[in-house]
């Protein structure tokens, strides 16, 4: 409240100004950042409170908003209500998660013909407190395909500390399974995270086997691991009917799978069939595709697979073309 006041100028009238706004706080997915731990050591933010209003009707300046970055994945939760605040699927969300309080109103406000001489004013609101629960879905980088018993759980307990049911039987996996894969040393360190889920056969779309809409977890990989077992273990004749029946499944799923970019794996070389290898090769040579014949039991291959893994992530996240090419193919 306050009330001009001047040599020579007779009643002033009130001049008291507003008060400025509470800043916001935003809450927005970033691509640079991978993990919570910065709101583990600093969990408590707030945005700048507004100023006062002045003399002269001058307002106060609105307090400045604050930006919380989160990776892509993250999900926040209104700790007090359980309820599902924002799932930030994508880069470059943003959503208010508390209000800044509006500022309030100074004496020059309530002025009018017949009340020319206000006292009133008005109090500015608080702004909003909230306390949320921050949760992050791992989000697989690559996917591991193929039909059941190929090998894909073993494949991903060789390589990451997932430790899945493996059995020599099909549809061991019946949920997916997701391994953080790391590879180089220290200062070059990639690490990626691995997604097996249960094994594809023919006629999956229409719900044969364990159907297909666990394909979803697969939606966002950048990178798809196709795994065939090139042994008589399979029962199944023909490798590149495999393959085919699996790319056909993935395409039904129409989601854009069957034009992710892919490694083909040839599995269980220990015991492989030399005739299956070999025409899996040449297929895989015709298609322009990479091959990486591998043993879990061996070991054979396996490193060599988990660096062109590693690469062809890094590769693919740094390659925002790829990444184009692939949002237009959908
Ligand atoms: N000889 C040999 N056997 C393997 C190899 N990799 C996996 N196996 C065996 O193949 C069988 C199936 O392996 P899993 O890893 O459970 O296969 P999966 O693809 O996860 O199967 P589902 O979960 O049913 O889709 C198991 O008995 C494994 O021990 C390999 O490189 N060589
Ligand atoms: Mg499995």
Known sequence: M???????????????????KGGDIWMESSESHNTLVHFRFNPEYKAERGRHGEGAKKTGRDGGDIV?????GTIVYDEDTGEKVHDFSQPNERVVIARGGRGGRGNAQFATSTHQAPREHEEGREGEERTFRLE???LADVGLVGYPNVGKSTLISRISAA????ADYPFTTLEPNLGVVATGDRKHEISFVV????????????????GIQFL?????????????????????????????VIQEELKSF???????????????????????LKKLKHWCARKKLKLYPISAV????????????????????????????YAESR
Do not use: C, Q, Y
């Not at 919380?68 to 892509?72: C, F, G, H, N, T």
């Not at 430790?163 to 493996?166: F, I, Q, W």
């Not at 070991?299 to 590769?315: D, Q, S």
């Open 2 to 20: 306050a009330f001009r006041r001047e040599k020579f100028v007779p009643r002033g009238g009130p001049s008291g100004g507003d008060g400025g």
């Open 68 to 72: 919380l970055k989160v990776p892509v």
């Open 136 to 138: 992050l879905k791992l």
């Open 163 to 166: 430790r899945p049911k493996v």
């Open 195 to 210: 997604a097996d889920i249960p094994g594809l056969i023919e006629g999956a779309h229409t719900g044969a086997g364990l």
């Open 216 to 244: 979803r977890h697969i939606e966002r990989t950048r990178l798809l691991v196709h795994m065939v077992d090139v042994s008589d273990a399979s029962g199944r004749p023909d490798v590149v009917k495999d393959v085919e």
């Open 254 to 276: 129409r989601a854009g799978l069957e034009a992710k970019p892919v490694l083909m794996v040839a599995s269980k070389i220990d015991v492989a069939n030399p005739d299956k």
């Open 298 to 325: 061996t070991g054979e291959g396996i490193e060599k697979l988990k660096f062109a893994m590693a690469a062809e992530v890094e590769r693919l996240r740094t390659d925002n073309s790829a990444l184009l090419k």
